[in-house]
């Protein structure tokens, strides 16, 4: 079946430093990849997407590029600030799926001044 | 626009009661997800419903649980006579057409303590 792995947590970095956390899928045929944060006692929100092979999801600062050759869809920022310490979490929703996330274990990053 | 609410955010039952959990989604979206997050843990999928309709539910539990999305009113998870595993975070999304490539938008979550 379809799964989703993320390198485990916790992540703890300095201010100003680069930020990888790594995610591998295992899906049949093109999934959607997308990379969602929580913050303590919040929901989750949508950090970035990416629906087909070679696109490239950004916002605030932060890059995925989905890969399908590697399966990989690794989250990337090359200053983090304290305010991004939170939960990462990579999910994928399979071809033909409907609307079934299916989310990797989730990564804590913790960004200290 | 209104994000997805749930209600209550925070819930206290004792073992044997029943629990139920609401969520109403954002303006204009017909589809609605519930996920469990146990301690500790990533959040699985539980169940898909589209208005009156229940299109995947292979995350169920096959006792106890149930959903709903009625034609008017939020969508309902109920767990009835709760145990000590039962303590999560659920949480709801919504999308308003049930694409894969849609982004599913969340809300806060309830947050379940089972005594």
């Known amino acids: 079946g379809n799964s989703v792995t993320q390198m485990e947590g916790p992540v703890t970095l300095s201010e100003e430093a680069f930020l990888t956390i790594n995610c591998t899928y295992t899906?049949?045929?093109?999934?959607?990849l997308f990379w969602y944060v929580q913050y303590p006692g919040e929901g989750l929100q949508l950090l970035l997407k990416?629906?087909?092979?070679?696109d490239k999801g950004s916002n605030k600062g932060f890059e995925a590029t989905y890969r399908k050759e590697t399966t990989s869809f690794h989250l990337e920022k090359g200053s983090v600030q304290v305010s991004d310490s939170a939960v990462y979490f990579c999910?994928?929703?399979?071809?033909?799926?409907?609307?079934?996330?299916?989310f990797g274990q989730g990564t804590e990053l913790s960004v200290k001044p | 626009n209104a994000g997805v609410m749930q209600n209550p955010r925070h819930l206290v039952r004792r073992r044997g009661q029943e629990a139920r959990l609401r969520c109403s989604p954002m303006?204009?979206?017909?589809?609605v997800y519930w996920y469990r997050q146990l301690p500790e843990e990533g959040l699985k999928f539980m169940v898909y419903?589209?208005?009156?309709?229940?299109?995947?539910e292979s995350g169920m539990p096959k006792e106890r649980f149930s959903a709903e999305f009625p034609k008017e009113g939020p969508s309902i998870l109920r767990i009835q006579q709760v145990v000590r595993g039962d303590s999560a975070a659920y949480f709801c999304?919504?999308?308003?057409?049930?694409?894969?490539?849609?982004?599913?938008?969340f809300g806060p979550g309830t947050r379940l303590l089972v005594l």
């Open positions: 999910a994928l929703i399979g071809y033909n799926q409907g609307g079934k996330l299916i």
């Open positions: 899906a049949t045929g093109y999934p959607s």
């Open positions: 419903l589209q208005k009156e309709n229940i299109i995947d």
């Open positions: 303006k204009g979206h017909s589809h």
């Open positions: 990416a629906t087909k092979a070679d």
């Open positions: 999304a919504s999308s308003p057409r049930g694409e894969p490539q849609e982004t599913q938008y």
